[in-house]
């Protein structure tokens, strides 16, 4: 029988889920991260994995793998040259960026955004687009040919072309990939208007000046893990995760590795959406919480929360682009966050981090730093069962934390740990509430290392009221890989207004975002192709205003009468939001189509639901830190759960890469696919703490 | 689509209510569930949507307390129902029997009044009450409620006389009496410790509590820029005023001297005055909100929220006009008003306000959506006191305010020279033909006492550049500024305002005389954070940055277009950020930390005009060890006729370098006419008429330098050289030389022209201000 195969790179760890698509079993198994070389991390974890488990690597159909720590040191490494053609007086775009820095002084030093490419291999173009598609200026070929010249002399291997207005007209930038071609019939070209036509110079620029610094890189990490795959004896289909939590083929990553920068953070939330349905939520939040932070995302009738834009922060650059991507947002506290006193007696923690290096004091490093993981196990709440814990150096690292703040050490760990769970339930109340959603209404997933030693306080500080610890909440990110969709997204800007757009207008950009899908489709998912694989959105708003619209259209009625379908769409949606209609004009901003392959979903194994009683799982009794005493805590190891278990709180369930804290008051219970679900007390309900 | 809900519809909380079932009604619902008694939209009930009784109390303790007095036998809906419940309130506050009785009871012209006596422990107070008939449904029935107001307004009438009443006349206020349970559970709370994890987790949560403030207001709000806020503009404060978290510094206490009525749990005061407002806003467009947090009939602090408004009258769109000589011109002037009274929206007020503005519509979400934050706010805080108590819960609100006190006192000794210490610096005009104008501001401390003297400082101009300072808004920049760098969260509070001596001269630029301009404040605002860093800096160079461009540059464009439109484009500019001791400065940055530059395509695609450049300005940014950051260069051509206005600044003088840096480059615009004539223009311009063609070249400040620019990097030197950050005029100041020929250093001739240049040149000042120093 067939199995299936969920990779995920890490910053500590690669995960890999291996999931038997006969009887629904899994086998997860962590490696350590090689940042290096991650391919190496993969090999080893995956000899690992195969030897762990019966499934032959033959049998093995799809492999599914997430990047994004890959991709991360792509851009640290050194990638050849880039050499970038702009709109003449605009070469300071991307050194310029967006101006903002968010900062919160007016009086000191706010440094430049680095630039991908440097001034120096910038070269202005000679040509104008007006924002209607006209050349306001002709391109001068002449002049452009001086300027690819230089940069071809000064060694750029690749050239990005991003000229003004091109996502409207892209004649100017096609014209210059010939002149480029020309010179030099070897160099690789990227165009602005193929790979974000949006609106928004810098941002397209960006997104494809970082693809192109992406490309070579992710081609040759890619066939070094079809190489080790092929050695290993599989030879299946191999996809990769993108940003959006659907999955492409390794070509299309290499060609877009732009599309896979966030594919971890956001595959995730789609392993938690696809793990809690199982359990029947399908309102979520989920709570990633790892070392150095936790990432958080709202999942909505099982479908997790999008953005038009992807954060790149995670590759430290701080202005995001115009890449859709799964909204994950991060909160600076996680295990590794080091508790400290900086003034007038205040206990913080975090933002820094100690990493895996030195770690928490507790990890026997030697670190004696006090991180939330040292608090944890001076509260007793991480038991050295699958873990070596030096519960000692935790003591001593929080201790002294403690000495210097008059408190007792106890106290200074409770503090670190309910500051941390503060912090995560602040971040995830703003998240619903910011959209006009109670937290009342979701249940609260948690995975990664910590996220199910915290996810009890920290329902009850956000208002969940259900929690679900997934069956395998130690490789979600791999999970959710494999959960993902063969899909993509076509994005085209328009940015006129709906009485300045002739419906022939309209339509013809439909057919032409249509076409692409179904072309797309065609070649990634051969078979599938079929006009009701494509879906369309129009991004419309008051001119001038924010508050956007992604309505769901179709090539139908975007083809018919689309910019009066369109305004009554918008002006119904903006009436049921505001209860008012604006006198001004309606903008479409972007027009996207959507074509997505569903897989084979994975379905996870249903156990037969047995008795309640956990005694089987019981593994002893522990002294556990809550709400200012120790309290007598049984202690279950979760793989002799069995399905039907209840257990009341205080409890602790151990896993090999994690801990469950069932808090007293909370019960939990393991269901027929061996997911957690806790539930909170009645009086923590609707945010009461 | 509902008929209901048109945009003229009468009421707007229970619009958007109505409008948005699924999504907005879950999340206020939420909010409010938790919250004192609801607003409720007189609108609404007229409507029959479902309501919750305001009620004062939860009815099953009135009942348990048994005590119903007043005039017997009415049903629950009757004419004394409210005076019920003031009772019960009464009681339960008091812990001693209160009863009262009716006196009088009339109905005329449209108006019911009550007499009544009140009375406790054998002293009485006999007032009157009077509300208005409202005029819907069963005429009985309506003057039946009116007497109900009136009688209850009589009650408050006569209980606030105990108010003042000898102690021995009243108990002191006890707690609510509580379940056995929950009696238990607060006993539990009460006895843990007041300390460092409490109080650090209560500052967590209040922190926490403004984000989903700001979260409501983004979601609730129609304008632009409060749907983008991610600014502070929430604030908590505790039960005496003084601000616990936030960033606008403490101006309840001084709020509610000066308003002659109390507020109770269900009200809610609008006010945008900002001659009225402590510093808590000080421009007409900023309509800010403050609400008392009630948690068992006591208060135990205060939420705000400000935001922007589109438009709130006055003489051109946007009321900020640039030519105002008064604040008459800049719109309605809200002075402290109940715009929600005992948990019902004073709808009267509500049109009164929004019928002065040209957004009316906007306004009215946005005025929405700041009152749910409020009350979501409201909502979070009762949820502390539920968690942590009422009592510790304000304790650790005290030992906020305390700890912060203590660090700023720490920071006061080490940072504020025991020498008074002066800066001055200018603002250029304000853009009425007036200027420049002088901030002068004096530094020395006293102890651990800081003392900040503006005396010297220009008097307020007839323009609208005048900022409202208020001394507590003073104040608290001046703790932000001492903090910075060190633990900004200490001044999320206003602890250590004793330690802190503002003097701003009445009638100077800092703090005018009524009824001074103030809609283009923000020039002066930035100013003074240059002056305020130069006054401290003399005492400690190393901790000085050199001045940024030091201005929000705006340009904007409006005009008609052939189809009849209107169009209004409006945008800033960035300009040079300064050198630090660790970094230059960013060529091209946003003063504002908030304000993203508009891509030119998207201006391009929305209005008639075409920007031709965008580029920082090489040698704009003062040279130094660690260089300012250049200045931006923007060229708009128009492709309409209409009307330009600029609003700019470091056009007279330039931006500061220190510890040997360099100043940076003025500011500079001009208008080059299609006939090729070029006229210069000032810093600030106001409806200048332009023709199609026409193009207006905008140059922003650069940004000043930091440190002897010959102990700058040659490396760095000639990396900026390369990518054409400076140019080969711009090398001169760094003394570096190049090879002949080539784009690299000759380090010998370099090192030597270095030392030369150190032998030859006048001794480097702290500061320097090019060639616009002061005489």
């Known amino acids: 029988m067939p199995s299936r195969l969920g990779i995920d790179v890490g910053g500590t760890h690669t995960d890999f889920l291996l999931v038997d698509d006969a009887t629904g079993a899994s086998y997860a198994y962590k490696e350590r991260s090689t940042p290096q070389d991650p391919s190496i991390g993969v090999e080893k974890g995956l000899g690992e994995l195969l030897r762990s488990c019966e499934l032959a690597p033959a049998d093995i159909s799809q492999v599914v793998h997430g990047t994004t720590q890959p991709v991360s040191r792509l851009l640290e490494a050194s990638a050849p040259p880039i050499g970038l053609l702009v709109t003449q007086n605009f070469e300071q775009v991307l050194h310029l960026a967006r101006a903002r820095d968010g900062r919160r002084s007016p009086t000191q030093g706010s440094p430049q955004q680095r630039s991908l490419v440097p001034l120096n291999l910038t070269r202005g173009i000679i040509e104008r687009m007006s924002a209607r598609g006209d050349a306001l200026v002709p391109l001068d070929e002449e002049a452009a040919r001086r300027s690819v010249a230089e940069l071809l002399a000064a060694g750029v291997r690749s050239i990005t072309v991003s000229l003004l207005h091109s996502y409207v007209n892209p004649v100017h930038e096609l014209r210059l990939r010939a002149l480029i071609r020309e010179l030099d019939s070897q160099i690789s070209v990227s165009l602005s208007s193929e790979l974000s036509p949006m609106c928004g110079e810098y941002e397209r620029t960006q997104a494809t000046v970082l693809n192109a610094s992406l490309q070579v890189g992710m081609a040759n990490y890619l066939n070094r893990v079809q190489a080790l795959l092929s050695a290993a004896q599989i030879h299946s289909t191999i996809h990769v995760g993108q940003s959006i939590g659907a999955r492409i083929s390794v070509g299309e990553a290499a060609e877009k590795p732009v599309n896979t920068i966030t594919s971890s953070l956001a595959a995730g939330a789609v392993g938690a959406a696809w793990a809690a349905s199982v359990s029947g939520f399908s309102d979520l939040l989920t709570l990633d919480m790892g070392g150095t932070s936790t990432n958080i995302a709202l999942v909505r009738n099982g479908m997790p929360r999008m953005a038009n834009q992807t954060d790149i922060s995670v590759i430290g650059l701080t202005d995001p682009i115009d890449i859709p991507s799964v909204d994950v947002r991060t909160v600076g506290a996680g295990g590794g966050s080091i508790a400290h006193a900086p003034i007038a007696d205040s206990l913080r923690v975090g933002p820094q981090s100690a990493g895996a290096v030195p770690g928490p004091a507790c990890y026997g490093s030697g670190s004696r730093i006090a991180t939330v993981t040292d608090a944890n196990v001076v509260l007793g709440r991480l038991p050295a069962t699958h873990v070596k814990i030096d519960a000692p150096a935790a003591h001593e690292a929080i201790g002294a934390l403690g000495r210097e703040l008059g408190l007792e050490p106890h106290r200074t760990a409770e503090g670190i740990v309910n500051i941390a769970n503060e912090r995560m339930a602040g971040a995830l109340r703003e998240m619903a509430i910011e959209k006009g959603l109670s937290t009342a209404n979701f249940a609260l997933v948690a995975f990664g290392g910590a996220g199910p030693m915290h996810a009890g306080a920290v329902a009850d500080l956000s208002g969940c009221t259900s929690i679900v610890i997934p069956r395998d909440a130690g490789v979600m990110s791999a999970a959710g890989v494999l959960a993902g969709d063969i899909s993509q997204q076509f994005a085209h800007a328009v940015a006129r207004t709906l009485d300045n757009l002739s419906p022939a207008e309209l339509a013809q950009l439909a057919d032409h975002l249509n076409r692409a899908a179904v072309e797309w489709l065609g070649r990634e998912s051969p078979g599938q192709a079929g006009q009701e694989a494509v879906q369309f959105r129009a991004d419309l708003r008051y001119q001038g205003h924010n508050f956007q619209v992604s309505a769901a259209t179709s090539l139908a009625s975007l083809t018919s009468d689309g910019p009066s379908q369109l305004a009554a769409e918008f002006t119904s949606a903006h009436q049921r939001r505001y209860g008012v209609r604006l006198d001004k004009p309606i903008e479409l901003l972007t027009l996207r189509a959507i074509a997505s392959s569903p897989v084979e979903p994975i379905r996870m194994k249903q156990h037969e639901l047995g008795g309640a009683n956990p005694g089987a799982g019981m593994i002893g009794q522990t002294q556990v830190y809550f709400d200012g005493a120790f309290i007598n805590t049984t202690q279950y190891e979760r793989s002799r759960l069995g399905a039907g278990n209840q257990i009341d709180g205080p409890a602790l369930i151990v896993q090999p890469d994690a801990t469950i804290v069932v808090h007293p008051g909370h019960s939990a219970r393991v269901d027929a696919y061996h997911n957690i679900v806790m539930a909170t007390a009645v009086h923590g309900q609707g945010g009461a703490h | ?775």
């Open chain 2, 1 to 775: 689509m509902s008929d209901e809900i048109q945009s003229k519809s009468p009421a707007s909380l229970d619009a958007l209510l109505d409008a948005n079932r699924e999504q907005f009604d879950s999340l206020f619902r939420h909010q409010m569930a938790a919250a004192p008694p609801p607003i409720v939209s007189p609108a609404l009930q007229r409507r029959g949507a479902p309501a919750t009784e305001p009620a004062a109390v939860d009815p099953g303790q009135v009942s348990s307390a048994g005590d119903y007095v007043g005039e017997g036998s009415h049903s629950a809906h009757g004419p004394e129902r409210g005076a019920g419940n003031i009772i019960a309130e009464l009681n339960r506050r008091f812990t001693i029997a209160w009863s009262a009785e009716m006196l009088e009871k009339q109905v005329r012209d449209g108006r019911a009044v009550v007499k009544c006596r009140l009375t406790v422990d054998k002293t009485a107070h006999v007032e009157s009450g009077s509300s208005r008939v409202d005029d819907e449904g069963d005429g009985s029935l309506a003057a039946d409620r009116a007497i109900r107001r009136a009688y209850e307004s009589a009650l408050k009438n006569c209980a606030l006389q105990f108010d003042s009443a000898p102690a021995s006349k009243v108990a002191t206020p006890q707690p609510v009496a509580l379940s056995p349970t929950e009696l238990a559970r607060r006993t539990v709370l009460e006895s843990r410790p007041l300390d460092t994890a409490v109080i650090e987790q209560v500052d967590t949560a209040l922190a926490n509590t403004r984000r989903e403030m700001q979260a409501v207001l983004r979601y609730g709000a129609l304008s632009d820029s409060l749907q983008d806020s991610h600014t502070d503009m929430a604030m908590i404060a505790d039960a005496n005023g003084k601000m616990v978290s936030g960033r606008t510094g403490s101006f309840v206490s001084h709020m509610l001297e000066n308003l002659d009525v109390k507020l109770g749990s269900g009200d809610i005061l609008l006010q945008s005055d900002p001659f009225l407002a402590a510093g808590a806003i000080s421009h007409l467009n900023d309509w800010l909100l403050l609400a008392p947090v009630v948690y068992e009939s006591q208060i135990v602090g205060y939420v705000s929220m400000v935001g922007h408004m589109s438009d709130v009258g006055g003489t051109v769109a946007g009321s900020m006009p640039s030519d105002a000589q008064t604040i008459f011109a800049e719109g309605i002037r809200i002075p402290p008003t109940k715009i929600c009274e005992d948990g019902r929206l004073n709808d009267n007020i509500v049109e009164l306000v929004l019928n002065n503005s040209r957004t009316p519509d906007v306004n009215r979400a946005d005025l929405m959506a700041l009152i749910a934050g409020c009350r979501a706010g409201q909502a979070r805080l009762m949820t502390l006191c539920d968690r942590f108590g009422p009592i510790l819960y304000q304790r650790a609100c005290s030992a906020l305010l305390q700890r912060s006190r203590k660090a700023v006192s720490e920071l006061i000794v080490q940072q504020v020279p025991v020498e008074p210490q002066s800066f001055e610096d200018q603002i250029d005009d304000d853009g009425c033909g007036n200027g420049p104008f002088k901030l002068k501001l004096t530094v020395w401390r006293e102890g651990e006492h800081a003392y900040f003297d503006w005396t010297g400082t220009a008097g307020q101009a007839p323009g609208p550049i005048n900022l409202p300072l208020h001394v507590g808004l003073a104040k608290m920049f001046a703790g932000r500024h001492l903090t910075q760098g060190f633990d900004s969260r200490l001044v999320r509070n206003d602890g250590f305002y004793d330690l802190i001596h503002i003097t701003l001269p009445t009638g100077s630029i800092l703090n005018p005389r009524f009824p001074a301009a103030v809609g283009w404040r923000e020039q002066v605002m930035c100013r003074h954070f240059d002056v305020l860093a130069a006054a401290l800096g003399r005492h400690q160079p190393e901790r000085l940055s050199a001045a940024s461009y030091g201005t929000v540059a705006q340009f904007r464009f409006a005009g008609v277009s052939p189809d009849g439109n209107h169009f209004d484009l409006s945008e800033s500019v960035a300009g040079g950020a300064a050198g630090d001791a660790g970094v230059d400065g960013r060529d091209g940055w946003s003063w504002n930390p908030d304000a993203a530059s508009t891509p030119a395509e998207l201006i391009e695609s929305n209005f008639p005009i075409v920007i031709e450049c965008c580029a920082s300005i090489p040698n704009t940014g003062g040279a130094g060890r660690n260089r300012g950051g250049n200045g931006v260069e923007k060229t708009y051509r128009v492709l309409q006729a209409g009307t330009v206005s600029m609003h700019d600044e470091r056009h007279e003088s330039q931006p500061w370098g220190s510890n040997g840096g360099m100043a940076g480059a003025r500011s500079e615009k001009w208008l080059l006419r299609t006939d090729g004539s070029r006229l210069a223009l000032s810093a600030k311009v106001n409806g200048l008429r332009v023709a199609a063609g026409d193009r207006i070249f905008f140059r922003t400040a650069g940004g000043g330098g930091y440190g002897d620019p010959l102990d700058r990097d040659p490396a760095r030197v000639m990396d900026d050289l390369g990518n054409g950050l400076i140019g080969t005029q711009g090398i001169k100041a760094y003394g570096v030389v190049m090879q002949e020929g080539k784009m690299a250093v000759n380090d010998q001739a370099t090192r030597e022209r270095r030392e030369a240049l150190r032998r030859s040149r006048k001794p480097l000042g702290l500061f320097d201000r090019g060639s616009s120093e002061p005489g």
